[in-house]
């Protein structure tokens, strides 16, 4: 929020933050920031000023949402922009279940972008890359980002 904010001042923001903790501290950091404590499935993207964004972006929530609740996920980020979708996830070409701390069924990589190309036929890619650990600018786990546009 705070590099968007840097990037584009100005611009009005809005987070759907699961953890009470996170959500809190985002307030306090960023009061200018639309904050939603809730769930993307308990989300409702009718209280965002005229329903829809310039950019909806999501990052390290799909890998942890269980595969049956993805498609609402999908239609909730589709909704809730007019014009770009920037999903940051793990990726991988076929869905796949990973150990994370322990749990084997809290992380599920898959091709998220495809998912959602496939789904709404007005969506097309715009540009995709990766994000690199020892990237030595900007060290973050290993995602893969891809910038959708609703034409």
Sequence with gaps: MQALSLLYPGIVR???EINSLAATRLKE???????????IAEFNQDLIRDGTCDLALIKGVLIHLNPDQLDLAYQKLYD????????CEY?????DVVNYRGHADRLFRRDFAGE???KFNDLR???YGF?????????????????????
Excluded: E
């Design 14 to 16: 809005y987070a759907v």
């Design 29 to 39: 950091s960023s009061p200018d920031v639309g904050v939603f404590n809730c769930s």
């Design 80 to 87: 809730s922009t007019f014009k770009y979708i920037l999903i």
């Design 91 to 95: 990726y991988n070409p076929k869905p």
């Design 116 to 118: 959602m190309l496939d």
């Design 125 to 127: 890619l715009l540009d």
């Design 131 to 151: 994000v690199y650990h020892r990237d030595p600018s900007f060290p973050q786990d290993d995602f893969t980002w891809f910038l959708l546009d609703k034409s």
